[in-house]
């Protein structure tokens, strides 16, 4: 150790994958978004998306290798939502990319230097029969120190920030940002520093107002309560902090302290800024059991092809530690990198996805009710629809995209175990599946409870109708022989019948509940006469 103190541990590579989802908004009265959102971006105007056409929809000399390890990670049910199912199978999953972006330059800190990373890919993950779109960033940058890196982990993927300090500056999020072009203009910047209009916009909207670079990227997305709307709305369903991925190359990664493991694995940032040989950022009491709880240590040995790999998750993060010199574990094509990016990624996506996905229902049936007028038959109506269509979403959803497991492979396995765990998906989905079940319950209950009223009042009908039926046919009578008069004259009196019969009708329906209670004292034998003379009166009793 030299006098000037511990050499501080660099980042060979640095890959960081950020996926942020929100809950499609549905178009007009709609119960839901529109079924294939993708569709309206790509036939919109000048618009940067498009499909993307990939090694498993594209052409088969396009298939390598590292694309079949990718697919036979999963259980097969995985791979047909992953993937589709025979040749041209749809997917359970549309992907958009845009190309315009090439980079990020920021600062940390105000007095941090500039870093300016590789934009590798900006895309848009749409699913069939959920309203969930995830915005998939990935990045990546070389040569940067540890605490550089916690400080990037911690601050990059903030969709707004969460206050401000004495100077004005931004808390918690990145001091500057600004996305370049292929050729290094600068696209969008960051007005995070610009408080009043972030502090304006939830005072008049009651609704967090996105930094504008994240606005821009999402366009012609745009929050449903954006300044300029956008040709699709969505809305936050987290928290305003994006999870993310990260895979960092080190020289040797033994020379970290748990301290920054913890840091990396927890993802908050260096509170002494950034300097060397921190110590723990909580209380030994709450991280006793942080190795059990976030460590996947199969790998943090001396031996293999990939030595001293090591993996922390948490559920709002992923991150993978190892030797930068270890050919295996920067391999792109077979080795810990190819993993990260791809089978890793897509099991880090699922648990978010699902979670995405149940607390978009939560939040359907939360509007649904909020937008109850039990006065209203039109409104109750469209509750009615927006209820059902929650409950059919929810077992497409159910059947399609809900898994306990999703490889047997015994990483990933693991992974997405830890992941599920720390996102308590288990809790969320029965919670999400009582409520849906209550409310049809609900509606089912009150659909039986009209059948039964209308069975009871065609039932009053029928009986007041059956005296004067039982009357007028007594021995084949009739009161008025007309038979042989004119036909005008029968004509006439077929219509003055026919209304008195109809009106006689109606006024028996609107009386119809009055007179079910009075059958219904009449026929209980414990009741007096008198007491069921006085419910016979009611019947005609105007209300107070």
Partial sequence: MSEEGPIEPRLRRLHQILLWPLRLMPIGDAPGAPARPWELLLAAPEQPWREVVDEY?????????RHYQEFVTFLPYV?????????????????LRRDDVAGLRLRTRPDAPRLTLEVIHVDLYFFFDVDVVLLNVELACGDLGLGAAQELLYRLGRAYPSGWDAQGLPLHTLAEAE?????????????????????????????????????FLLRPLASEHAE?????????????????????????PQRLSRADFVRLGLVTGMQDGGAPGAGLPFADSHLQDFERDYCYDRFWHAGGAAPHTRYLCSGHALVV???????????????????????????????????????????????????????????????????????????????????????????SRALYRMSARHLELQALYAEVKTRISDMSDYLETDSIRRQANTVVRLTVVTIFGLIGTITTGFLGMNLLAEADAPLGKRVLVFGLTLVATVALTVYTMAKSKRLSDFLDVLSDERVGTGYKWRAFLAVWRSDP
């Fill in 179 to 215: 996305w370049l072009a292929p050729d290094g203009r600068v696209l969008a910047r960051s007005d995070a520093r610009e408080r009043e209009r972030f502090l304006a916009h939830v005072g008049g909207r009651r609704a967090p107002r996105l930094a504008a670079h994240w606005d």
């Fill in 79 to 95: 791979q047909r939502f992953l993937y589709g199912e025979g040749r041209g199978g749809e997917a359970g999953m549309k992907v």
């Fill in 228 to 252: 300029t709307p956008g040709l699709l709305s969505f809305r936050q369903t987290e928290y305003y902090r994006m999870p993310m991925m990260a895979w960092l190359a080190l020289d040797d």
């Fill in 57 to 65: 929809t594209g052409e088969t000399a396009r298939f390598h290798e």
């Fill in 321 to 411: 530690v190892g030797r930068a010199d270890a050919e295996f574990f920067c391999c792109r094509d077979r080795g810990v990198l190819a993993q990260f990016r791809h089978q890793h990624f897509l099991v880090f996506l699922i648990a978010h996805f699902q979670k995405a996905a149940l607390l978009m229902f939560s939040d359907r049936l939360v509007e649904a009710l909020r937008r109850l007028n039990i006065s209203d038959a039109d409104n109750v109506r469209r509750f009615k629809r927006a209820i059902r269509a929650a409950f059919e979403g929810f077992l497409r959803f159910s059947h399609r995209y809900w898994f306990h497991a999703v490889a047997e492979q015994a990483q």
